[in-house]
């Protein structure tokens, strides 16, 4: 029988208990570095190895294939809605406004009554320009008729001085023959006494008396004709000076004529504003000028309405959207988160200058189905259709590249990059027309971000 032997834990065997050497702090450090640049060592000599077996790593670029694409041209922008219909009123007349029935910021419809003149005030005018009228038409009829009188007494007055001028003027030639007749009579009569001859000194004087009765009577009625004479030249002076000239006579015709016009005026205004003052079309008050009570003269300012049913927005367009925006185009406007249909109406021709100082062209919008939602001077969001192109070959915005020979996209053939120009076309907000230079099976490198080269190896990876 085989006897077990029963080992004791604390019994070691003489060939194997062997007394553990203790390690100095040196030793201990010294140990330390041996196993740390064994461990460096091991790994530089993995790293070499895996080297020189593993395969080449290529740089990697995204690619896509070029899509065919229904691309639109769009230009999104921003403005002011403002209405394309304003109107000021001014008062037809110069009347009392008894009330006031709008404020600034109401929305009116065409129609609605804007103020209201006082009743009895609009009477008093118009019957105040009515008797001006007549006044101004009386006071002709009896200037002309007066002139009218006085021209004729002009003419006949005329025509007897003209007379009577001559008949003193014969009649003074008269009064010089008679007393020449007198003077040689007396001559003769002295003779006929001296030389005694009685018969003919009596013949001589009974001839001097005749003569002598006779220029009594001729000067008597030279006085009359002289008389007559200065009483008709005064007629003709003041009937002369009080005639109406011929401006004379257009002046007092205007002025009836001016009378009248007011006198229609006033009634046509009265008649326009007997029920008050009402709006032309819809729209937002957006001024008040008149004032309850007040009186305001013709031709005064009453209130501002500017339409909020012909409406568009006015828009900033930069240098580049200028060859994308034409008059004519559709657009989308968004107002207070309501979108509208709209069209370009207008391009300015002339540029101006923003706050930030650069070169903007103004245009605008007309907004074709506005309604009641709409709000003047708030900001609109726009996006103007464009030119749409069907089935284009179409990139990604970011794989066009521009040089000095123009635009180029890169390309990847059989792994290795490859440099192809392009003519473009339209864009969207993604894509690029390509007109010509590609078929559409090219990979497109997406974004050459690398700076790598033409004929460079790539790793095309889809992007």
């Not at 294939?65 to 394309?84: C, F, I, M, N, R």
């Not at 003041?238 to 007011?262: C, F, P, R, V, Y």
């Amino acid at each position: 029988m085989k006897m077990k032997w029963k080992k004791n834990k604390d019994e070691v065997p003489a060939t194997v208990k062997k007394e553990k050497k203790i390690l100095t702090p040196a030793e201990k450090k010294k140990r330390r570095k041996k196993i740390l640049l064994g461990a460096v060592a091991v790994c530089l000599a993995l790293f070499f190895v895996s080297r020189m077996f593993a395969p080449e790593v290529l740089p990697v670029v995204f690619v896509r294939q070029a899509q065919t694409a229904t691309l639109e041209q769009t230009v999104d922008t921003s403005g002011t809605v403002k209405t394309e219909v304003k109107k000021t009123y001014f008062s037809p007349l110069s009347a009392q406004v008894a009330e006031c029935r709008v404020a600034l910021g109401d929305a009116v419809s065409a129609g609605d009554v804007l103020l209201a003149y006082d009743a009895e005030d609009l009477k008093s005018r118009e019957t105040e320009a009515s008797l001006q009228n007549d006044e101004a038409y009386y006071t002709y009829q009896d200037t002309v008729g007066k002139s009218n009188t006085d021209a004729a007494e002009y003419g006949r007055s005329s025509h007897d001085v003209e007379i009577l001028e001559q008949q003193v003027e014969d009649w003074k030639a008269n009064v010089r023959a008679l007393k020449q007749y007198i003077t040689d009579m007396n001559c003769f009569l002295r003779e006929a006494v001296n030389d005694g001859h009685e018969n003919d000194a009596e013949e001589y004087q009974n001839r001097i008396d005749q003569a002598t009765n006779e220029l009594a009577q001729r000067e008597e009625e030279l006085a009359d004709f002289q008389s007559d004479l200065a009483e008709q030249k005064g007629i003709k002076s003041s009937t002369e000076d009080s005639m109406l000239t011929a401006n004379g006579k257009k002046q007092i015709e205007a002025t009836k004529e001016l009378a009248a016009l007011k006198a229609e005026k006033v009634k046509t205004a009265v008649a326009q504003v007997a029920e008050g003052l009402k709006a032309d079309f819809g729209g937002i008050v957006t001024d008040v000028k008149a004032v309850e009570g007040s009186v305001i003269e013709e031709g005064g300012e009453l209130l501002t309405i500017e339409s909020n049913e012909d409406v568009c927005v006015e828009i900033s367009l930069s240098k580049s959207d200028l060859e994308k925006v034409h008059e004519g185009q559709k657009a989308v406007i968004t107002v207070v988160g309501k979108e509208y249909e709209g069209t370009v109406t207008r391009v300015s021709k002339s540029a101006t200058k923003n706050e930030k100082g650069a070169s903007v062209v103004a245009g605008e919008v007309h907004i074709d189905n506005p309604d009641e939602d709409i709000f003047l001077g708030v900001e609109a969001k726009v996006k103007i259709q464009g030119t749409v192109v069907e089935n284009a070959v179409a990139v990604p915005i970011e794989a066009v590249n521009v040089g000095r020979d123009g635009s180029f996209v890169y390309i990847v053939e059989n792994g290795v990059m490859a440099v192809r120009n392009v003519e473009t076309g339209i864009s969207s907000m993604e894509l690029v027309e390509i007109k010509s230079g590609l078929t559409g099976d090219e990979q497109i490198v997406l974004n050459n971000s690398m700076g790598l080269q033409e004929g460079a190896q790539v790793t095309p990876v889809e992007g």
